[in-house]
């Protein structure tokens, strides 16, 4: 109920949640984004001279004519494929930084450069950085991956086996109950100990 008067005023641009008409002085929707940077010196001109603002006589020039920004199915299409390159650039550029920070080998100053250059000629440096430490960004990667994985199956096993005291007393356990026999629980116990 209160957010009613909000509402319209945000559609329609009045405080009073009535649309404006051309006539009041508002400046009209199609020269507000992007239109005349003169539009008051112009309307006041032409209505001195006796014309309507709203009306096709005293139109200005360009006035509810809506230009769309992309015309035909070309312009979609480079657009898209601007977007994606630009998406692209940002892939690389976030692999780059982060290459050049999990690099041990190289100095805190070379690291600095590296970032500015990327900063001040951007493609231009991520194609030379690509280029010359291409081979050593691989290495890096794969063996950060190698690192991840064989400390995440450390892990796995701390977790999984937390005592070999308690898997051995697991498996006395289903030996007492009559679950598993000897040969099964010698080979559950070995198990616990290797």
């Not at 509810?64 to 480079?78: H, I």
């Not at 892939?91 to 250059?117: M, Y």
């Not at 081979?135 to 086996?161: F, H």
């Amino acid at each position: 109920m209160l957010l009613a008067p909000v509402l319209t005023t945000v559609m329609w641009g009045s405080s009073l949640g009535r649309p404006r008409s051309r006539d009041d002085g508002a400046v009209p929707r199609d020269l507000r984004m992007g239109g005349s940077h003169d539009y008051p010196r112009r309307v006041r001109n032409r209505r001195a001279a006796g014309a309507t603002v709203g009306t096709d006589a005293g139109a200005l020039p360009g006035a509810g004519l809506r230009r769309p920004l992309v015309n035909s199915f070309w312009d979609w299409f480079w657009l898209m494929v601007w977007w994606f390159v630009f998406f692209m650039y940002l892939i690389l550029l976030f692999q780059i930084v982060g290459d050049l920070f999990r690099d041990k080998t190289a100095s805190g100053w070379a690291k600095a450069f590296w970032v500015i250059g990327l900063i001040v000629f951007p493609f231009l440096i991520a194609l030379i950085y690509i280029i010359a430490r291409g081979k050593g960004m691989a290495e890096r990667q794969t063996a950060q991956i190698a690192e991840s994985k064989a400390a995440t199956d450390a892990y796995i096993r701390q977790t999984a086996n937390a005592s070999p005291a308690a898997a051995i007393t697991e498996a006395k356990n289903l030996l007492d109950a009559g679950v598993i026999d000897q040969n099964e629980f010698a080979a559950l116990k070995a198990k616990a100990l290797a």
